[in-house]
């Protein structure tokens, strides 16, 4: 299986509400990514978190990252219909390379 | 900056043809990864370069699939023959070299259809 599984596989909030997303993984890693992707584009490049921190905020994103239970979350405040999206985390173990998990398809009702 | 570049953007093509698929990486960016989308799979890493060598190919469904990269510019993704189990979408992604971060950034993909 992936390094990076995603939970849940859909979401469906209404507009205002938080959106919260959940990462699990297997092995150690340097640090964990997450990526948005709207339909039919390519995926863009949100927020990366170290192994060594534990909360970091951009705008409104707020990710979590617990490495004694090797699991991640995202959480979108304040979510807006253009937050619809598929999310993906991504791991890195050291070498350049990304493992991606499979994804959160993300639906915010206006 | 224009960003990664994938052509062409739409492929159609009959099962047992060559396709080439090409990815311009952004510039002065070290790594270049191509990856394959399906509903069923999800993304999964083919193979990646470094200062155009080709690092890990370990992705790479099988012979029938190549990538070469010439130069720092430019890559490309060959499949042949092509059979519509190929069919998905292809993205090629770029990695500045330096720095702590690998944040990779997208081209738009190549939507590959194999009749």
């Known amino acids: 299986s992936q390094q990076g599984e995603e939970d849940p596989q859909a979401l469906s909030i209404q507009e205002g509400e938080n959106a919260t997303m959940n990462c699990s993984y297997k092995t150690s890693i340097n640090n964990l990514q997450w990526y948005r992707q709207n339909s039919g584009r390519g995926l863009v490049h949100l927020i990366l978190?170290?192994?060594?921190?534990r909360e970091k905020h951009s705008g409104r994103l707020r990710v979590t990252l617990d490495t004694s239970k090797k699991s991640s979350s995202l959480l979108i405040t304040a979510s807006r219909a253009a937050d619809t999206a598929s999310y993906f985390c991504?791991?890195?173990?050291?070498?350049?390379?990304?493992?991606f998990g499979s994804g959160t398809r993300l639906q915010v009702q206006p | 900056d224009a960003g990664v570049i994938q052509s062409p953007r739409h492929e159609v093509t009959e099962m047992g043809q060559e396709v080439t698929l090409r990815c311009k990486p952004i510039s002065g960016h070290d790594y270049l990864f191509w990856y394959r989308q399906t509903m069923m799979r999800g993304l999964e890493l083919l193979i990646y370069?470094?200062?155009?060598?080709?690092?890990?190919d370990s992705g790479m469904p099988e012979d029938r699939f190549s990538a070469k990269m010439p130069n720092a510019s430019f890559s490309t993704l060959k499949i042949q023959p092509s059979e519509p189990r190929d069919s998905a979408v292809y993205f090629c992604a770029s990695s500045p070299g330096t720095g702590e971060s690998n944040e990779q950034f997208f081209g738009p993909g190549t939507r590959l259809t194999v009749l």
């Open positions: 978190i170290r192994s060594n921190e």
């Open positions: 370069f470094n200062n155009n060598v080709p690092i890990d």
């Open positions: 991504a791991t890195a173990t050291g070498r350049r390379a990304l493992t």
